[in-house]
């Protein structure tokens, strides 16, 4: 009886994992799968919401260049 209720049990948790395993896939009305929408707060920044590289480029040209004389007053002759 035991082995009956242990094989019960495991046929109804195997049977429960392979139902939530089935989901709704989202088609649209021509039948084609549609990708699966992002979720919230991960979608993609519009152009007007992203920063300009060209202000960050001319900072770190600046930052090298400070870098560039402060080493070249140590190594001299290198």
């Not at 139902?19 to 549609?34: D, N």
């Amino acid at each position: 009886m035991r082995k009956v209720v242990i094989a019960t049990t495991l046929v109804m948790v195997m049977a429960g994992s392979a139902i939530a395993q089935t989901g709704r896939s989202s088609t649209s009305s021509s039948g084609k799968q549609l990708p699966w929408p992002a979720p919230t707060g991960h979608r993609q920044p519009r152009l007007d919401q992203v920063p300009d590289q060209s202000s960050s480029e001319d900072a770190v040209k600046r930052e090298d260049a400070q870098l560039d004389r402060k080493l070249k007053s140590i190594c001299r002759g290198c």
